[in-house]
């Protein structure tokens, strides 16, 4: 009779320790799944930043759409792991979204370095987001192509037009060689660019062409300037007005 007592008792045991090792085991479940539903937001709320910043740099519904897309196929996932009160909302949110962009709210120039950093920034990170969302086959190959070159296109364009303004306004303040940094940021960028696309051999001879002129330009205003200080020392007929001059140049001689 003791035996068969130790014995249930160690049943018993043996239960409670089973039952709490499967509860254990499910709490510790449900923790990973909290955790993956949590990056998983994550990395949604991350895709709308980037998808909020390519909005305002480029008017291009197709790249947003993509972008978008992929934010709720995330929020779709987690709901398939973890079932949210907010994931209706939330993709509802996306949607109206793809349709809230306009061209008036897309900025037309970066003013200096730190605006342009921030958007090739922004641009890199969309591109890596659409190489990803090819990879999960959101978008097809011909699509992620068009869409990766219209943002190089386009950033390619904000750094050219930003250089060659700051160039214009180094040459307006009389600084021709910070202008001429500057023109030439924006012609390597063209020239080292693989994007071919017309206009684009004109773009650098225009930009060398204002070089050219901003120093001839220079030139011009230093040989003006020597040209009157001649004319303050001599009259009419080209005779020096100061003795001590003619006696200068009678020594040079």
């Known amino acids: 009779m003791s035996y068969i007592l130790i014995i249930i008792i160690i049943l018993a045991v043996m ?7 499967r509860v254990s085991q499910k709490d510790k479940l449900n923790r990973q799944i909290k955790s ?6 994550h990395r949604a709320d991350e895709i709308w930043e980037i998808a909020e910043g390519t909005a305002g740099l480029i008017y291009s519904p197709d790249i947003l759409e993509a972008l978008m897309d992929y934010y709720i196929y995330q929020i779709r996932r987690r709901e398939e792991m973890l079932s949210c009160d907010d994931t209706a909302d939330l993709i509802h949110g996306a949607e109206e979204f793809k349709n809230k962009q306009s061209k008036d709210t897309v900025k037309s120039e970066l003013k200096n370095d730190q605006e342009i950093n921030s958007a ?13 969302a090819l990879d999960k086959k959101l978008i097809s190959g011909q699509s992620c192509v068009s869409m990766r070159n219209a943002l190089k296109r386009r950033i390619l364009d904000l750094q050219v037009d930003a250089y060659e303004r700051l160039g214009d306004a180094a040459g307006g303040r009389g600084d021709p060689a910070i202008a001429t ?4 940021f924006a012609k390597k960028l063209l020239i080292e660019s693989d994007l071919k696309f017309e206009g684009k051999n004109q773009r650098v001879r225009d930009i060398t062409h204002k070089t050219q002129t901003l120093f001839g330009n220079t030139v011009e205003d230093q040989l003006s300037r020597g040209l009157l200080k001649e004319d303050d020392k001599t009259d009419e007929h080209g005779i020096p007005k100061s003795v001590d001059a003619m006696q200068g140049n009678k020594k040079n001689f």
């Open 36 to 41: 993956q539903a949590k990056r998983m937001l």
């Open 15 to 21: 239960g409670v320790l089973l039952f709490a090792h």
């Open 181 to 184: 940094n500057y023109y030439k």
């Open 120 to 132: 090739k920034r922004v641009f890199s990170r969309t591109s890596k987001i659409l190489r990803t």
